[in-house]
């Protein structure tokens, strides 16, 4: 479902490179471990992407577009959330929601 929500976005940003700038909410990917109390958030803006993990939410992290694989906030958050959830997280929430 994850790889999918976002390999549609990635399209979409194909087409239209300034799409993330036109959705009314920005694709965001929350997840979290049980076993350790621990969640992680990614945010993908146009200009990068913004995490956010821990139990309380402290740490956080900006990565520019620059630095981020292909130049893409987009696919930096696909290749992290699977990475994530390779690592035993699970999926909590997608936003915006999906069908």
């Excluded at 490179?17 to 993908?44: C, H, I, M």
Aim: aromatic share 8%.
């Amino acid at each position: 479902m994850l790889e999918q929500w976002l390999a549609s976005i990635l399209g979409y940003m194909e087409a239209d490179p300034g799409y993330l700038d036109t959705l009314p909410q920005l694709p965001q990917v929350v997840l979290k471990n049980e076993a350790s109390s621990r969640f992680w958030r990614g945010e993908a803006f146009s200009h990068a992407l913004e995490l956010l993990c821990g139990r309380s939410g402290r740490r956080g992290l900006t990565i520019p577009a620059d630095d981020c694989v292909d130049g893409n906030p987009v696919r930096e958050l696909l290749e992290r959330s699977l990475q994530k959830l390779a690592e035993g997280y699970h999926l909590k929430s997608l936003i915006p929601l999906i069908n």
